[in-house]
């Protein structure tokens, strides 16, 4: 009987660990990623306080409307060894003229709302440290896969 008392909890113990892989999804790491990038940001002291809280809401609202954008024109993939019919073709295209049309829109009222609480200089110098911050994390990730 404890050794099936000692199994059930092995196999617990085991699922839980496996559950705590999901918390690393894409998900996860995307918004682990923009909290650091925020964070990275902040630490760059080009803002006060105030504005800071206000350009984290902003750029959080930003993420999330790409993020539907990217869903609601959704690119049709083919399945293998499928061809694409001139339809499905069609489709995509209007969904990528669509999306560029969206994301320019998207871009226009997110800068103007950056204007509503900042000067251009800042908007420029937090677009700067944004980049870097990009750069600095894709030579973590090159390094990581150099080293496997």
């Known amino acids: ?26 998900a996860g790491n995307r918004q682990k990623f923009r909290q650091e990038e925020l964070n990275y940001i902040e630490s760059k002291n080009i803002l006060s306080s105030e504005q800071f809280a206000k350009f984290s809401e902003a750029y959080t609202e930003y993420r999330e409307g790409l993020k539907k954008i990217r869903q609601e024109n959704a690119i049709m993939r083919p399945q293998d060894g499928e061809e694409v019919t001139e339809q499905q073709a069609k489709a995509n295209v209007d969904a990528f003229v669509q999306k560029t049309i969206q994301r320019a829109n998207l871009n226009k009222e997110y800068i103007e709302k950056l204007q ?27 390094a990581k896969s150099e080293k496997k």
């Open 1 to 26: 009987m404890k050794k099936y008392i000692s199994i059930i909890i092995s196999l617990l113990c085991a699922v839980s660990v496996f559950a705590q892989d999901d918390a690393d999804s894409k």
């Open 116 to 142: 509503g609480f900042m000067t251009n200089k800042q908007i420029l110098k937090i677009q700067d440290a944004q980049a870097k911050f990009k750069r600095e994390k894709f030579k973590e990730l090159n």
